[in-house]
């Protein structure tokens, strides 16, 4: 079935540093990938939409300036988060669709804390 | 209102017993509805969509009540392998929207 690589599966780094995100569609090509954020014990919060080719759409109340998109190829995007510091420890997934309405598959999650 | 709720649990079964999720939706345009399982600390993975007609797979059934706007599942026989968080999920338009999930635990 369809797979999504996501790396590093763990960071830690010191606040006010920049930490790259990469998710690959490994046998897909992949117009969409959406991203995820999720702290502990809650639920997953979507929190941009990563479009090829164009820029991503972020829902309300995640700064874009922050948590930086790029979806430069069919099967690649990043999410940047820019000057982190601890409240930004968190997991966070990405996920892409092969078609609009089947199955969502995830990367295996990035775990980032900042100290 | 959230979009979509679930009851958090934890619901705390012995093995063997049945058990059943429920899940609400607020929007009535939602499209596409599916539940996902998710172990501690690791990425959810698809457990099954859910149809308006039913459907089963196994020890797991899934059931779509649109006029209600409320999703169910009932697992069977439960296994210690069945714990986890059940998550309830929601296409509506592009968008995806996840409940916060029900904590099962199965024991022995």
């Known amino acids: 079935g369809a797979v999504v690589s996501q790396h590093p599966s763990r960071v830690i780094c010191k606040s006010g540093t920049s930490v790259k995100i990469e998710c690959r569609s490994l046998?897909?090509?992949?117009?969409?990938m959406f991203w995820y954020r999720q702290f502990p014990k809650q639920s997953l919060m979507l929190m941009a939409t990563s479009n090829e080719g164009s820029k991503a759409t972020y829902e309300q109340g995640v700064e874009k300036d922050k948590f930086l998109i790029n979806h430069a190829s069919l099967t690649l995007s990043t999410l940047t988060v820019t000057s982190a510091h601890p409240e930004d420890s968190s997991f966070y997934i990405c996920?892409?669709?092969?078609?609009?309405?089947?199955?969502?598959?995830f990367g295996e999650g990035s775990r980032l804390t900042v100290l | 209102r959230k979009e979509v709720e679930q009851d958090p649990g934890p619901f705390n079964v012995p093995e063997g017993a049945t058990v059943a999720f429920n899940c609400t939706y607020s929007n009535s345009a939602s499209q596409s509805f599916f539940w996902y399982r998710q172990d501690c600390r690791k990425e959810p993975k698809l457990l099954m969509s859910?149809?308006?007609s039913g459907n089963e797979d196994g020890r797991f059934t899934a059931q779509l009540n649109r006029a209600s706007q409320y999703i169910s599942l009932l697992i069977r026989d439960s296994k210690l392998s069945d714990s986890a968080t059940y998550l309830c999920?929601?296409?509506?338009?592009?968008?995806?929207?996840f409940g916060a999930g029900t904590i099962l635990r199965v024991k022995s």
């Open positions: 859910v149809y308006s």
């Open positions: 996920s892409a669709r092969p078609t609009n309405t089947g199955e969502l598959f």
């Open positions: 999920v929601v296409i509506l338009g592009n968008k995806l929207v």
């Open positions: 046998d897909f090509q992949a117009t969409t």
